[in-house]
């Protein structure tokens, strides 16, 4: 066979042969609607890629973007590659020191940020290493002097374009994780990654997405590439509607009924926001037919996919991280399950679900050892694959994230059954050990979400003199609903041994969240952990 390295290029050059017509929705600050065709991202691409040339990019030069979810954001991960440079998405929720940082770190050399995150830029502008910054007027208005214009840009680009030579293995794309503990770290993706991902995940028992196809990407593109959906949609023709900056669920809704996504895809917490408005004003909110929800990157409660399969939505769940491109598993039903019955389906689909090709997994004892395929052993869950990242740029190799014989030590404890299933249990961070046992804050925040009364249940471990650790559930109720701490007791029974049951509940406002917006069980321990 044929040796030809797998790139980015080819993907690009296919959306603009077999999907000119293709379409890209972008929500502009001011909530309306800009399209382009598949045949504008295709020249816009290039001309980004010739300019950057023209601009001076070497081979290797990192290119940082601070973009909300948008076309041109779009234009930046197939352009900057296309010239040779690597794409380097920062996360806009992060503080100005911290973009500041990871800016430095990755030595970016030119930045492309939207108009209206310029008072953030201004932010870190002194500590900032870009040499050159790019103006997106997202707003449509004129870009400020001092800046490249990135539409002038575009506009003065060379005609003549030739794309970078590479090697399968090359840079394309890096993102740094959040940095939960310590110092964020970043990923380095190659063409070769990138595409074998995109294959994977577009598969029918995965995302299933095809020419036909419309979604809407709510994950940012700043976090984990918006789980690779832009590179599936760009390799297959689908179409792509980006909400842009609003993120509300009652923006999220609007943009839904008018553009109609058949797939959608974000964190539970957006959609726990949602589900909320759905069942306390269903006279006024109301989710369009037939649509397919891709959640995942925290655990998923059982009670939301029953609920959002009541509005009529199908959840695939997913499993994942920054270092592993991100999918990792994903929750569709084997054929041999598929006469399971309904309770069944469901738990099936609060799991992580079955890891997918390309990539090995395990889970690993305490001793060292890995566990069978049980459903009951839980472990640390363990990864190595054509999509999972092998270091991290520019830190030195840490045994605490590589094992010596080179898997990836993901730091979530989870169990697997005899069909392939993963259950995320816990994150190592995040475990309550009492009296020697381990207890699982996933399962109890499942169960808690479960009631009537709870929104939403994030469970910390506190220190205890007696069992060392015991579970302390924080819960937010929902507006007008009432529940004691015996009440939750009560209900936490139903699943929870005796001495597994806290004896302490906090209610609070509101969970908080983090830059990637997952519950912040971080904040929590700070705050109640006495
Ligand atoms: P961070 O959460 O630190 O920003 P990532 O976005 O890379 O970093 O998230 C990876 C982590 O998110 C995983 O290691 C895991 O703990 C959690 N996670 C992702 N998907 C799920 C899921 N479906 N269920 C439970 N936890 C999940």
Not at 7 to 35: Q, T, W
Not at 399 to 408: N, S
Not at 442 to 451: K, S, T
Not at 469 to 474: M, N, Y
């Amino acid at each position: 066979m044929q040796r030809v390295p797998l790139s980015l290029n080819h993907l690009l050059e296919r959306a603009g042969r077999l999907y000119a017509e293709s379409e890209i929705v972008s929500r502009l600050p001011d909530k309306s609607l800009a399209r382009h065709r598949f045949a504008d991202f295709y020249r816009r691409a290039r001309q980004l890629a010739s300019a950057l040339q023209a601009a001076g990019l070497r081979k290797g030069d990192r290119v940082a973007t601070l973009c909300w979810n948008h076309h041109a954001h779009l234009e930046c991960y197939f352009g900057i590659p296309a010239a040779g440079g690597v794409m380097h998405t920062l996360n806009l929720r992060l503080a100005a020191e911290e973009i500041a940082w990871i800016a430095n770190h990755a030595r970016d050399r030119f930045l492309v940020v939207d108009d209206i995150l310029l008072p953030l830029y201004e932010q870190l502008r002194a500590q900032a290493p870009f040499e050159r910054v790019i103006v997106f007027p997202f707003s449509r208005a004129a870009v400020a002097p001092g800046y490249t214009d990135y539409e002038a840009f575009l506009a003065a680009a060379p005609a003549q374009f030739e794309y970078a030579p590479h090697e399968e293995d090359d840079p394309v794309a890096m993102c740094y994780t959040s940095g939960t503990t310590g110092r964020p770290k970043g990923v380095v993706y190659s063409h070769r990654s990138t595409v074998l991902h995109t294959l994977m995940a577009n598969q029918p028992d995965h995302w299933g997405l095809g020419a036909g196809d419309s979604v809407m990407p709510v994950t940012p593109m700043f976090h984990a590439n918006s789980w690779g959906v832009p590179y599936g949609c760009v390799m297959i023709g689908a179409r792509l509607v980006f909400p842009g900056p609003h993120l509300h669920p009652e923006d999220l809704l609007a943009l839904m009924h008018a553009e109609r996504p058949k797939f959608v895809l974000g964190v539970p917490t957006i959609w726990l926001t949602m589900l909320q408005l759905l069942e306390s004003q269903p006279e006024k909110y109301r989710l369009p037919p037939g649509m397919r929800m891709l959640v995942g990157g925290a655990p998923v409660p059982e009670a939301m996919i029953r609920a959002y399969a009541r509005h009529g939505a199908e959840i695939r769940h997913g499993w994942g991280m920054t270092e592993m491109s991100p999918v990792g598993t994903i929750s569709y039903l084997k054929p041999e399950l598929q006469d399971a019955g309904e309770d069944e389906r469901f738990r099936r689909f609060a799991m992580a679900g079955v890891p997918v090709p390309l990539m090995d997994l395990r889970i690993v004892g305490e001793a060292g050892t890995e566990l069978p395929w049980d459903g009951k052993q839980v472990g640390e869950v363990q990864v190595r694959g054509a999509f999972i990242t092998g270091s991290y740029h520019e830190v030195p190799q840490d045994p605490d994230k590589f094992t010596a014989d080179g898997w990836l030590r993901t730091g979530d404890v989870a169990s697997l059954d005899a069909h392939g299933y993963l259950r995320i249990t816990d994150r190592t961070k995040d475990l309550v050990k009492s009296g020697g046992e381990w207890i699982s804050s996933v399962d109890m925040e499942n169960l808690l979400m479960a009631h009537a009364a709870v929104l939403e249940a994030a469970v910390i471990a506190v220190p205890d003199a007696k069992w060392g650790e015991r579970p302390l559930p924080c819960v937010v109720l929902k507006p007008g609903k009432n529940a004691t701490a015996e009440d939750l007791c009560a209900h936490l029974a139903k699943g929870f041994a005796k001495w597994q049951l806290p004896e302490r509940f906090e209610f609070i406002e509101a969970i908080p969240r983090t830059s990637t917006g997952k519950f912040w069980k971080v904040k929590l321990r700070e705050r109640f952990s006495r």
